[in-house]
């Protein structure tokens, strides 16, 4: 197998303790698309639970316009540092929007990212869209593999496909990466040695790096369970008090719409709008800030969106509860 068994996350992270508050995000996750080619049962985002939607988020379903992505792009020029990364994604299939090679591009000569990124399902991928991406200047793909075959896909995500030539298009860009590192991903429990040989066999050489993950919560309100929660960040089932991803993250959804969580599938932390606003004039708003204070005043329950959440005790690699008291002191000038 040429792939290394790896992972999406850097493992050379800043510690966030000594340098919040940022005066710049870490990352802007910027959504092209909130709709999605498939109906995945495990997801809310996709067809398979309209039935969930809130009407702001019923409403929001579609692709990002192109000067609306401009204006965010070129606000970011505001920021005093570079941005690390831009995450083409959110919630829907970022390949769904047809002009995702020029947002790539735009994004890429603007020089305010340090790398750009997006997660995909792969579905959509085609030679002369992937040679499109890799022009661009794409940094990384991160690829999620639903199933091993085509019934498979049929079962989770309701949808006929053919997997052979899903595994050649997958190939072709890889083949043609250039400098784009190839991150291929499934997710699973209670996998069998079969199973992982037959995963790695399919994908294990059409990648720079490969990972079979644990099936985690990640969209409050719908998958979980206070009984049953999976770990993929190696250290075990935590209470958190503080989420530290929003104190380095920003998102955008299809829509403008700002949500001050990755998770907000269903529109509930809007904090902001980049159609009216600059994307920096929201990541100083009082109303990120309040969300800030609260985390760090122990009230993260009592936050709409956060009150349900389970993601960051899933997910989160950074954990700032035991400096608490010392962010709060220096985010609001008290000694």
């Known amino acids: 197998m040429k792939a290394k068994i790896g992972t999406r996350y850097h493992k050379n992270r800043t510690e966030l303790q000594k340098v919040i508050p940022l005066s710049t995000p870490f990352i802007l996750y910027l959504d092209p698309s ?12 996709g067809g398979a639970h309209k039935d969930l939607w809130t009407e702001e988020k019923r409403g929001s379903i579609g692709v990002m316009d192109f000067d609306l992505y401009k204006k965010i792009i070129d606000d970011c ?9 831009l995450r083409l994604y959110k919630e829907g299939e970022p390949l769904v929007n047809k002009r995702l090679p020029e ?11 340090e790398t750009i990124d997006f997660t995909t399902n792969g579905t959509l991928l ?34 006929e496909m053919d997997y052979d030539r899903f595994i050649d298009n997958i190939r072709d860009l890889y083949e043609h990466r250039g400098n784009c590192r190839i991150f291929i991903k499934t997710m699973a429990d209670n996998i069998d040695r079969d199973i992982e040989q037959r995963f ?8 720079d790096e490969i990972a079979i993950e644990h099936i985690a919560n990640c969209w409050p309100g719908f998958e979980n369970t206070t009984e049953q929660v999976n770990v993929y960040h190696g250290e075990g089932y935590k209470e958190y008090v503080v989420c530290p991803r929003i104190f380095y993250i920003i998102t955008v959804n299809a829509n403008g719409t700002v949500s001050h969580c990755i998770v907000d599938w269903n529109y509930k932390g809007i904090i902001g709008d980049a159609r009216k606003q600059s994307i920096v004039d929201i990541w100083n708003s009082k109303e990120y800030q309040d969300i800030r204070l609260a985390h760090l005043n122990c009230r993260r329950r009592e936050i709409t ?31």
Not at 305 to 323: F, G, P, Q, R, W
């Open 103 to 113: 947002m790539i591009e735009y994004a890429r000569k603007s020089g305010k990212f």
């Open 126 to 159: 085609r030679p002369e869209l992937n040679r499109k991406l890799i022009d661009a200047g794409l940094s990384r793909i991160n690829i999620s593999v639903e199933a091993l075959d085509a019934r498979g896909y049929k079962e989770i995500s309701g949808v």
């Open 34 to 45: 909130s709709a999605c080619n498939l109906s995945c049962k495990f997801c809310p985002c």
């Open 200 to 207: 790695y066999g399919l994908f294990g050489d059409i990648c």
């Open 77 to 85: 020029q505001e920021f005093p540092e570079k941005i690390k990364v």
């Open 305 to 335: 969106l956060c009150k349900d959440c389970m993601e960051i005790e899933s997910a989160a690699v950074d954990n700032i509860d035991e400096y608490r008291e010392m962010l709060l002191e220096r985010m609001t000038g008290k000694q």
